[in-house]
């Protein structure tokens, strides 16, 4: 990573104005050149803007052109991306991931890297036996090219492309796209020893209990709306964010007069350098919203299931699904395929083509889907959706042998009710005032609600009698670091909600979300980092007070 220590010294301060550039391709000779500007001969074209300093965002766009073999799009998209958001991506590799694993690589990282090498050498093999009439193993190949253009491009390797062998480098910037199976990976592979041994990738010690996100589907009353919203819960050193546009010529099979992938254009909130979301939020072409929460696994037992063959990692099988399926059983079905065991979540798909404003709702408008090692269930759940007005997602499975099976019940027994599906704290802080939602304003106002000292379902065994990661955002930044707290989740903490993404059915159609970036602070104070005992925790380009209003980041038609 020689090239970050230059990359770094350039960035500490922001990078301003919209950058344009190009890749072209010589078929002849094989070779990519990168040019400032739009080219009119351009296999990709990118765009990219740091605002974090103004909105607490940077903005990304990525389009190819379906005229030329999708493998050359795929790898020119990555390096497009690589070059122009290069030194971005070297100041959230320093902050969140740059002294995980070493060389020489030793102990957890020593198995970490020999999994990646064994997975990816089974699915190269799938991909070479298989890619030019499954267009499951097409659409993994493309990723795989891309993140391969991404590294080069971070790299400044520009030229000829070297796809003989795809590889994931667990000291280098390809390791960003499997950040959330690490998690899951650290106890399938090093079990109590990584707790005792090892930082997490935000360099927070893995804690009972942690949250990842918030989410809530509402639907209004008359069925005049349906709202789609999403919180990130991470550390607080993973602020630096980008919200993405991706529009991809790809074809569903790589022989000529094969069909464009039904979800070509997707929009997501992402990190820098990460070729999937990650929190998960996605609108896509296709009139579906796909959303994540974290459900993990305590249940050692089912670390059997994860195995390097037969096995695709997450964010590969989630962007998969994003691109292929034209319906939400589609999405799950896709998404099923090959289940790695990692980075396990409960996944809503929504499909906007079902819901017409003031309609009674059809089957297919709600889709939700549980993963766990060895176990997917997935079930249409619009007459939930219906029958409740809302459907919540706070890091419990949802289905009951999901819950059961992945150890949410041997926690219940041990620690109470805030492992319980129903009455853990952001199960009925939703249940409560979700009935409050009538517009955007209050359905935003929730998403970021906190008022743990108030409120008393933000309660808890606690001295003080009360924990901020007890809300809809969390901010276990504000809990005394003095305080005694029952399991870890409830402590004083680099950890919170740290953004808000929201979308309606108007929205949707232009692939538009609204957007606030960095911890709440509607009752709260602000989040500092000159305020807070968190300073020498690393954030190289954020800005120190994070304090921005909603945005919607008007897209692109073509750059």
Same mark, same amino acid.
């Given at each position: 990573?020689?090239?970050?220590?230059?990359?770094? $010294?350039?960035?500490? $301060?922001?990078?301003?104005?919209?950058?344009? *550039?190009?890749?072209?391709?010589?078929?002849?000779?094989?070779?990519?050149?990168?040019?400032?500007?739009?080219?009119?001969?351009?296999?990709?074209? +990118?765009?990219?803007?740091?605002?974090?300093?103004?909105?607490?965002?940077?903005?990304?766009?990525?389009?190819?052109?379906?005229?030329?073999?999708?493998?050359?799009?795929?790898?020119?998209?990555?390096?497009?991306?690589?070059?122009?958001?290069?030194?971005?991506?070297?100041?959230?590799?320093?902050?969140?991931?740059?002294?995980?694993?070493?060389?020489?690589?030793?102990?957890?990282?020593?198995?970490?890297?020999? @999994?990646?090498?064994?997975?990816?050498?089974?699915?190269?093999?799938?991909?070479?036996?298989?890619?030019?009439?499954? &267009?499951?193993?097409?659409?993994?190949?493309?990723?795989?090219?891309?993140?391969?253009?991404?590294?080069?491009?971070? %790299?400044?390797?520009?030229?000829?492309?070297?796809?003989?062998?795809?590889?994931?480098?667990?000291?280098? *910037?390809?390791?960003?796209?499997?950040?959330?199976?690490?998690?899951?990976?650290?106890?399938?592979?090093?079990?109590?020893?990584? #707790?005792?041994?090892?930082?997490?990738?935000?360099?927070?010690?893995?804690?009972?209990?942690?949250? %990842?996100?918030?989410?809530?589907?509402?639907? =209004?009353?008359?069925?005049?709306?349906?709202?789609?919203?999403?919180?990130?819960?991470?550390?607080?050193?993973?602020? =630096?964010?980008?919200?993405?546009?991706?529009?991809?010529?790809?074809?569903?099979?790589?022989?000529?007069?094969?069909?464009?992938?039904?979800?070509?254009?997707?929009?997501?909130?992402?990190?820098?350098?990460?070729?999937?979301?990650?929190?998960?939020? @996605?609108? !896509?072409?296709?009139?579906?919203?796909?959303?994540?929460?974290?459900?993990?696994?305590?249940?050692?037992?089912?670390?059997?299931?994860?195995?390097?063959?037969?096995?695709? =990692?997450?964010?590969?099988?989630?962007?998969?699904?994003?691109?292929?399926?034209?319906?939400?059983?589609?999405? $799950?079905?896709?998404?099923?395929?090959?289940?790695?065991?990692?980075?396990?979540?409960?996944?809503?798909?929504?499909?906007?083509?079902?819901?017409?404003?003031?309609?009674?709702?059809?089957?297919?408008?709600?889709?939700? =889907?549980?993963?766990?090692?060895?176990? *997917?269930?997935?079930?249409?759940?619009?007459?939930?959706?219906?029958?409740?007005?809302?459907?919540?997602?706070?890091?419990?499975?949802?289905?009951?042998?999901? @819950?059961? +099976?992945?150890?949410?019940?041997?926690?219940?027994?041990?620690?109470?009710?805030?492992?319980?599906?129903?009455?853990?704290?952001?199960?009925?802080?939703?249940?409560?005032?979700?009935?409050?939602?009538?517009?955007?304003?209050?359905?935003?106002?929730?998403?970021?609600?906190?008022?743990?000292? %108030?409120? &008393?379902?933000?309660?808890?065994?606690?001295?003080?009698?009360?924990?901020?990661?007890?809300? !809809?955002?969390?901010?276990?930044?504000?809990?005394?670091?003095?305080?005694?707290? &029952?399991?870890?989740?409830?402590? #004083?903490?680099?950890?919170?909600?740290?953004?808000?993404?929201?979308?309606?059915?108007?929205?949707?159609?232009?692939?538009?979300?609204? +957007? !606030?970036?960095?911890?709440?602070?509607?009752?709260?104070?602000?989040?500092?980092?000159?305020?807070?005992?968190?300073?020498?925790?690393?954030?190289?380009?954020?800005?120190?007070?994070?304090?921005?209003?909603?945005?919607? %980041?008007?897209?692109?038609?073509?750059?």
């Amino acid at each position: 990573m020689a090239l970050l220590w230059v990359v770094l $010294c350039c960035t500490f $301060c922001s990078v301003l104005g919209r950058r344009i *550039i190009s890749v072209t391709y010589d078929d002849s000779n094989k070779a990519f050149s990168v040019h400032e500007g739009s080219a009119d001969n351009a296999v990709a074209v +990118a765009s990219f803007e740091n605002a974090v300093n103004k909105t607490g965002w940077s903005y990304l766009e990525v389009h190819t052109s379906d005229k030329i073999s999708d493998e050359a799009q795929a790898y020119a998209a990555g390096l497009a991306e690589g070059v122009i958001s290069r030194e971005m991506i070297a100041m959230h590799w320093h902050n969140t991931y740059l002294g995980y694993c070493k060389k020489p690589l030793t102990g957890f990282c020593k198995k970490l890297q020999r @999994y990646f090498d064994d997975n990816l050498q089974w699915v190269s093999e799938q991909i070479r036996q298989h890619a030019d009439s499954d &267009p499951y193993w097409h659409q993994i190949q493309l990723f795989l090219d891309q993140m391969s253009g991404l590294v080069d491009g971070f %790299h400044n390797k520009h030229g000829k492309r070297d796809l003989s062998k795809y590889q994931i480098d667990v000291t280098d *910037i390809s390791f960003m796209q499997v950040g959330g199976d690490v998690e899951d990976l650290a106890q399938a592979l090093d079990g109590a020893d990584h #707790h005792r041994n090892h930082q997490s990738i935000h360099g927070n010690k893995r804690v009972v209990g942690s949250g %990842h996100c918030s989410s809530l589907i509402k639907l =209004l009353a008359g069925n005049k709306d349906l709202y789609v919203a999403q919180d990130t819960w991470t550390g607080y050193n993973g602020m =630096l964010r980008v919200l993405k546009k991706y529009d991809f010529g790809y074809h569903v099979l790589p022989a000529k007069g094969s069909s464009l992938i039904p979800g070509r254009v997707s929009t997501f909130s992402s990190f820098p350098g990460g070729l999937m979301s990650g929190d998960d939020f @996605y609108t !896509i072409s296709t009139g579906l919203v796909t959303i994540e929460t974290t459900i993990g696994n305590s249940n050692a037992t089912l670390w059997s299931h994860i195995k390097t063959h037969d096995s695709v =990692l997450e964010g590969l099988r989630n962007m998969v699904a994003n691109r292929l399926a034209t319906s939400g059983k589609d999405w $799950c079905d896709t998404f099923s395929k090959f289940n790695s065991g990692t980075y396990n979540n409960e996944w809503m798909v929504v499909d906007y083509t079902k819901f017409k404003a003031g309609k009674k709702l059809g089957s297919g408008v709600l889709w939700v =889907l549980d993963q766990i090692p060895g176990m *997917i269930v997935a079930r249409d759940l619009t007459s939930l959706l219906v029958k409740q007005g809302y459907f919540p997602s706070y890091n419990s499975p949802h289905f009951p042998e999901v @819950y059961n +099976a992945s150890g949410w019940r041997e926690s219940e027994k041990k620690f109470g009710d805030w492992f319980n599906y129903d009455l853990t704290p952001r199960a009925r802080i939703f249940r409560r005032d979700q009935v409050k939602v009538k517009d955007v304003d209050s359905m935003t106002r929730l998403m970021r609600y906190n008022d743990f000292t %108030h409120d &008393p379902l933000s309660r808890c065994n606690c001295t003080p009698p009360y924990s901020g990661e007890n809300a !809809i955002s969390a901010r276990c930044d504000l809990n005394p670091a003095s305080g005694k707290y &029952p399991f870890g989740a409830l402590g #004083h903490r680099n950890h919170g909600g740290v953004d808000m993404k929201l979308t309606t059915s108007g929205l949707v159609t232009s692939l538009e979300f609204i +957007a !606030i970036g960095g911890p709440t602070y509607d009752n709260l104070p602000p989040f500092q980092w000159t305020k807070s005992d968190f300073k020498d925790v690393p954030h190289v380009g954020q800005p120190d007070l994070w304090k921005f209003s909603p945005i919607i %980041h008007k897209w692109k038609r073509r750059i």
